[in-house]
């Protein structure tokens, strides 16, 4: 059986919320101020696109380092557009990795963001059943 993911959010104030993993980590949650939020935290909304850019630059970093790609910074930059109707999924993402190294190799990063997609990341494969997810890439060859 799958290991079992637990967190938690607890109100704190008007709609702040402690989002809490089940380690122990914690993250800000709040509304909007139109919403009647104080825009004092991360909106649940947008802690999806995070999840993704996290799920998906883990893999990929992961599958560069054992090709032994020599990367010396790396970001995933996550864009997304809602639909205009309840319940507001995303209906298109973009994401975007800026890989900085030494000679890295156009193919090793488009096969790891490959296997990211189609295979590892979880986030990825949720999200895909809302929303045409464009993967894209840009290496930046290192100075130093």
Known sequence: MSEKKRSTVILRDDMIFLGQSGNGFTIPL?????????????????????S?????????ISILR?????????EVRVEGVRAEEHPRVYTEIWAHFVVTGHNVSQDAVDRAIELSRDKYCGASATLR??????????????TE
């Open 30 to 50: 709040d509304a909007k101020k139109e919403a009647g939020g104080h825009d004092a935290g991360v909106s649940p909304i947008e802690l999806m696109l995070m």
């Open 52 to 60: 993704l850019a996290g799920c998906t630059g883990m893999d990929v």
């Open 66 to 74: 054992k090709k032994k790609q020599d990367v010396t910074a790396f």
């Open 129 to 142: 059943h809302t929303a045409t997810i464009h993967y894209s890439s840009e290496i930046i060859e290192a």
